[in-house]
């Protein structure tokens, strides 16, 4: 079964620490995005990759950065959580050039 | 104004009612999405249309392409139907992103 796994369901953590949220798929996709998903607001692009070490900053890359060294995984980092970050995360793929996309199941994060 | 729009933003209903969310777009696009959102749970992709209509189950997905908009219909609902009902556009003109509507809430009462 093809998935997109995302390393952590929930996480917390503290204020100015620095956050990496993994995301690896299976399914040999090219393309690899981050959106954060807030109420009122809903799925918002933060960064995607269409290729191994390429990275595009989508609608809302302030406080983030991302790193794909490989086909399969994309990281998204917070160089200093702040808790304006507090959110659910969520990393999709697809196939280059085809409309199908794979979303992993989430992850919660809290910063306090 | 947002490029997708969806309504009701909330939606109650008894169990067996026939549902209709729906979401009209304002970009030219590729294909759309019919996404659902169990609560605190990850996205699952329901439908992809380019065109027509697709059926999954008690699932029905239409587009009309001309009109911008797209309707997703629940027949028989069921509890186990209460999610969050998401619809996103590939866009037509970027490099095949998805663009989302904030999504329907669905609530079905036993």
């Known amino acids: 079964d093809v998935k997109v796994t995302q390393s952590s369901r929930y996480l917390v953590k503290r204020t100015g620490e620095k956050v990496f949220l993994e995301c690896v798929q299976d399914?040999?996709?090219?393309?690899m995005f981050w959106y954060r998903q807030d109420p009122g607001l809903g799925l918002r692009l933060i960064y995607f990759?269409?290729?191994?070490?390429?990275?595009e900053k989508g609608d809302i890359p302030e406080g983030y950065s991302v790193s794909r060294e490989k086909k399969e995984r994309f990281s998204l980092i917070l160089e200093s959580a702040s808790t304006n970050q507090t959110s659910m995360y969520l990393c999709?793929?697809?196939?280059?050039?085809?409309?199908?996309?794979?979303f992993g199941s989430g992850t919660r994060l809290t910063v306090v | 104004k947002n490029e997708v729009e969806q309504s009701p933003q909330n939606l109650t209903a008894q169990e067996g009612e026939f549902i209709t969310i729906n979401c009209s777009y304002s970009v030219g696009i590729s294909a759309l999405h019919w996404l659902q959102q169990h609560p605190g749970g990850g996205i699952v992709s329901l439908f992809m249309l380019s065109s027509g209509k697709k059926k999954h189950g008690r699932l029905i997905a239409t587009i009309n392409i001309q009109e911008k908009h797209s309707s997703l219909h629940i027949t028989a609902s069921h509890p186990r139907d209460s999610a969050v009902y998401i619809c996103a556009v590939v866009d037509g003109g970027s490099q095949g992103n998805l663009i989302f509507g904030k999504g329907t809430k669905l609530s079905v009462k036993p």
């Open positions: 990759s269409y290729d191994v070490k390429m990275k």
């Open positions: 999709a793929s697809s196939l280059w050039k085809s409309y199908g996309y794979t």
């Open positions: 399914m040999d996709h090219e393309n």
